[in-house]
């Protein structure tokens, strides 16, 4: 029997999602929970990786188990009480036994969170960066990235890709009301540090070392030493994970406004 899991997780403590030997991870700490509750061991499949550090307030995971949980509800109490108090499940839902978290997702949301002064309360969930940006450059610049669908220049070496091509369907900033910047990219896949490169390197656009036209000849030459340095992780959440109604639809109505 098949379940899927809607969860929340702040990364800091974590080496990333996928498990690691004698390293904590998302993935091995959700699992060791599960394993004591449903006196089996459970193997746990995540919508995709994200890196040490980095955050995710939406992400979906799906797990085997030999027999239907009988109250889904009061698994899910004592699943919530046994995590760390840094992981949050919001869901569970039994699926079709060929749903996968990962390969049947069509498309993922990250967002960034840079905030212009310093602030002792978000300094873990953001990137506290003081430099004056300019944000219509920036936004200039990340309308581009939806023209190319090779993105090698922001990939991460030795990451074993079988491919660098994603398909960007969104990239754009937004500025709060108390100045506190927002990136928002959507793709139906992501490279291994890849929204945190193209972060960095807008930031470099925003300040004034790259024109809009010097981001753009950066993607087009399929070089990662020409990117800047990828972002802290800390500003990066993973937001949204996206699948076709008959496999899974989102049953967490989390409000956007809780992703840090």
Known sequence: MRYFLELRYNGG??????????????????EQALAT???????????????TGVNASYYVAHFDVSQPVAEPQQLLRKLNFM?????????LTPVADGAHA???????????????HKNPFT????????????????????????????FTSFAKLN???????????????????SGVLCFTIRADRFLRNMVRAIVGT?????????????????VESRDLSRSSAGAPAQG????????????FSRVCAAKRSEER
């Not at 200039?140 to 939806?146: N, P, Y």
């Not at 990066?236 to 008959?246: A, N």
């Open 83 to 91: 995590l760390p108090g840094d992981i949050a499940v919001d869901s």
């Open 102 to 116: 990962r390969f049947d997702a069509r498309e993922r949301e990250y967002r960034y969170f840079i905030e212009p």
């Open 202 to 218: 807008l930031v470099d656009v925003g300040r004034g070392r790259y024109s809009p036209h010097g981001f753009r000849a950066i």
């Open 123 to 150: 300094r873990h969930l953001s990137w506290q960066y003081y430099v004056p940006l300019d944000v219509g450059r920036m936004n200039e610049a990340a309308a581009m990235l939806a023209e190319f669908d090779d």
């Open 159 to 177: 990451s074993n890709n079988k491919t660098n091509r994603c398909r960007i369907m969104h990239a754009a900033w937004t500025v709060d009301d």
């Open 37 to 51: 509750l449903l006196r089996e061991p459970v193997e746990v499949t995540g919508a995709g990786r994200t890196d």
């Open 13 to 30: 403590a974590y080496f990333g999602w996928q498990r690691q030997p004698a390293m904590p991870t998302v993935q091995q700490t959700l």
């Open 236 to 247: 990066l959440f993973l937001s949204d994970v996206r699948y076709p109604p008959e496999v």
